[in-house]
């Protein structure tokens, strides 16, 4: 099954984003867990919840995907900054439990000038204290372009965290095509290389999600700057490869292109019709 849809605003509720992912024609959606800069949260109703799940179970759809707010910074200098992260995300995470939504992914943060190895360390440290047994969500740590002080530009930075983190079956990854191209990892033009080390040093188990965005900005030139499927530096035949490929197609998919509902139907067009079945 082609899994596909793209970031929605959960500013109508939840069944409204069901509903807008079917004006899409997708079968899936992305949507933050709060107003991305994190700001408060609005109290998930039962109700909105249930009618989703149906409406989720009447049109197939593949798993969809919460995303933390990305002004978080859980390995900030600084600890007012990495409570208030700690504090939200498990609060998100305790409210997932009322959504039919298993999937939380975040970006790890930036050290600030603390170094990779403090990064890593007080992400995994928050993973461990956060995680719990009995909780349904598995956490994905997404592939950042490197930007800054960005921890999660480097595929072993990503293996790392997840070494230290004691429930590793909660764990798994986002790649974020435009990231990891900006990164320095060639999908345009070694895909199936990039697919083996990924599988080499973190192994394909854990790849969970795709978040699917071409790039406006060069190869390798740690931005993180998206740009519409076709016309930025990856083009259209890459993601082509990517959505077809037999050890990605089928994940799910999710768009973060600069596109409203409309742009994004015809992102979703475009992307079925090159799709082998
Ligand atoms: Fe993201
Ligand atoms: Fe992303
Ligand atoms: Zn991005």
Redesign the pocket.
Same mark, same amino acid.
């Given at each position: 099954m082609f899994t596909i849809g793209s970031h929605l605003s959960v500013a109508k509720g939840y069944y409204a984003m069901g509903k807008d992912a079917l004006k899409m024609e997708g079968n899936t959606f992305q949507f933050f867990t709060r107003n991305p800069r994190g700001g408060s949260a609005k109290p998930i109703e039962e109700e909105d919840a249930l009618k989703l799940k149906k409406l989720m179970e009447e049109h197939h759809f593949g798993p969809i995907l919460a995303?933390a707010p990305?002004t978080l910074n859980i390995c900030s200098q600084k600890e007012e900054v990495r409570e208030f992260a700690e504090m939200i995300f498990s609060d998100d995470l305790e409210r997932l439990k009322n959504l039919p939504c298993h999937l939380l992914?975040? #970006?790890p943060g930036s050290h600030m000038g603390q170094g990779v190895e403090t990064g890593i360390e007080l992400i995994s440290s928050f993973l461990n204290r956060t995680l719990k047994e009995d909780h349904p969500v598995t956490v994905l740590l997404?592939t950042m372009s490197g930007k800054g002080s960005e921890v999660g530009s480097r595929l072993e930075e990503l293996r790392e965290i997840i070494d230290r983190v004691e429930q590793k079956e909660k764990m798994g990854v986002?790649l974020?095509t435009c #990231?990891v191209y900006s990164a320095g990892y060639d999908i345009k033009n070694h895909l199936d290389e990039v697919i083996h080390e990924f599988d080499e040093v973190i192994g394909l188990s854990y790849l969970k999600a795709i978040?699917l965005n071409d790039s406006l900005t060069p190869f390798s030139s740690r931005k993180d700057r998206h740009a519409p499927i076709g016309e930025g530096s990856l083009g259209l035949k890459t993601f082509i490869k990517i959505i077809n490929h037999p050890l990605l197609k089928e994940l799910p998919f999710f768009l973060?292109t600069p596109h409203e509902l409309e742009g994004h139907r015809e992102e979703i067009r475009l992307l079925q019709k090159h799709r082998k079945e």
């Open positions: 995303h990305y992914v975040f #970006h997404e986002c974020d #990231h978040h973060e």
